[in-house]
DNA sequence: TTGACATATGTCCATATCGGTATATGATTA
DNA sequence: TAATCATATACCGATATGGACATATGTCAA
C-alpha cells in the first residue's frame, strides 16, 4: 500500500498547508474561487484540485451563482480531530509545561556539575 | 512537488492512522516496542519506521532500558493542531447543531410540498 | 565468544501526491 | 452564434509513502 490518500478523511485533507489556509480564508465567509486564487497566489487549477478534494471530504460546500462557484467552509468534519488532540490537550497545559521547566532546569543544574 | 513529508510536522504526521493508534497506545504510559508490535499486530519494521516519524517531529521520546528502547508521548507538537482546529469549534457545537438541524427541517418541508 | 533477544535500517513495489501547463466544460454577454 | 469569463479536468514529472521482506546493529546472557 502507498500513503492513505488525502481524499481519506480530514485528517489526510488538512495535512496540506495550502488547504488550511483556504479554509481559514472561507471562514470568513463564502467565497468565488478567483477570490482564492487571488488571495493565496496561488494557480488557479491548483486552487480548484485542493477545493475538490476538500469537498471530497465534506470540509466545503459549492454553490452555483451565475458563472462563479461559491464556496464555504463545513467544519463538521474537523470534529474528530478536534476530539482526538483534544485528550492530549492537558499534557502542554500551564502546569504540566511548568513541571517540564522545573525539570529541564534540573537537568541542566546536573549538566552544569562538570563545570 | 510532491506531497510534503510525513516527518514534515505534527499535522503530516498524525494523518496516519497507524500512528495515531501508537500515539494513543502510549498515552497509557512508557512501551517498548515489541509491546507495539504485540498489540498493534503489526510488522516489527513497520512499528519502528512509524516510531521513528513521530520521534523526528518530536511527538515521542525514546529511553533506552537495558536491550528494550522505551518510548513515551510528548504531545506539545500536537499543540498547533488544537489551536488551528479550535477557531472551527463552535461551528459543529450544539446551538449550529441545532440551527442546521432546523434547515434540514425547512428544506425536507419544502422537498414534500410536491406531495 | 557465541547465541539469543530487541530494535533499527535497507531495498523493493505500487500508488498517489503537488505543482505546472494545456485544455475542456459551463455560464454569460455581445 | 461567437467571444469571454470562471472554473474544472487531463496529463506529466519528481518524489515519498506504507507495507513486505531481508538484514544490520546493539545489548545482554551462557
Redesign the pocket.
Known amino acids: 500500500?502507498?500513503?492513505?490518500?488525502?481524499?481519506a478523511d480530514a485528517f489526510n485533507a488538512v495535512a496540506?498547508p495550502?488547504?488550511r489556509q483556504i479554509l481559514d480564508v472561507l471562514s470568513g465567509g463564502e467565497r468565488?474561487?478567483?477570490d482564492l486564487?487571488a488571495l493565496l497566489g496561488?494557480?488557479?487549477?491548483?486552487?480548484?484540485?485542493?477545493?475538490?478534494?476538500l469537498r471530497e471530504v465534506g470540509l466545503v460546500d459549492?454553490r452555483?451563482e451565475?458563472?462563479?462557484?461559491m464556496y464555504c467552509v463545513n467544519s463538521r468534519p474537523l470534529k474528530p480531530i478536534h476530539d482526538w488532540v483534544k485528550s492530549y490537550e492537558q499534557s502542554w497545559s500551564e502546569r504540566f509545561d511548568h513541571l517540564d521547566v522545573v525539570l529541564e532546569e534540573l537537568k541542566e543544574t546536573e549538566d552544569d556539575d562538570d563545570q
Open positions: 500500500m502507498a500513503r492513505a490518500a488525502t481524499t496540506e495550502r488547504r468565488p474561487v478567483n486564487v496561488v494557480a488557479q487549477p491548483l486552487v480548484s484540485k485542493h477545493l475538490r478534494v459549492v452555483g451565475g458563472r462563479q462557484r
